[in-house]
Nanobody, 123 residues
């Protein structure tokens, strides 16, 4: 399994932008499906975006048009660019990798997880 290390995130005012990165080691991220999830205080972890082998990209309705998931295979890194941030986007954000051949956004289908990054959006 790949090991994932996250960076980025932080505090931003509503309407601002942030980017979080997820670097893989111990394997090629290009061989895995990649996902971003988030968990707000007192809530369950939820799907944000996935990018699968073959190019499929899928977003949660709440972030579609504002967030972009992308890969840099040469750097073995996946990114989540977050624009037009809202206070309700405040959460700990996690990247994850799945070896499933078919796409999925179920938390249980992702076997490798980053350490989590706090994103806080002030109003």
């Amino acid at each position: 399994q790949v090991q994932l290390v996250q960076s980025g995130g932080g505090l931003v005012q509503a309407g601002g932008s942030l980017r979080v990165s997820c670097a893989a080691s111990g394997g090629s991220f290009s061989s895995y499906g990649a996902g971003w999830f988030r968990q707000a205080a007192g809530k369950e972890r939820e799907f944000v975006a996935i990018n699968w082998r073959g190019g499929l990209t899928l977003y949660a309705t709440s972030v579609k048009g504002r967030f972009t998931i992308s890969r840099d295979n040469a750097e073995n890194t996946v990114f989540l660019q977050m624009n037009s941030l809202k206070p309700e986007d405040t959460a700990v954000y996690y990247c994850a990798a799945s070896s499933r051949p078919g796409w999925t956004y179920r938390v249980a289908d992702f076997s490798s997880w980053g350490q989590g990054t706090q994103v806080t959006v002030s109003s």
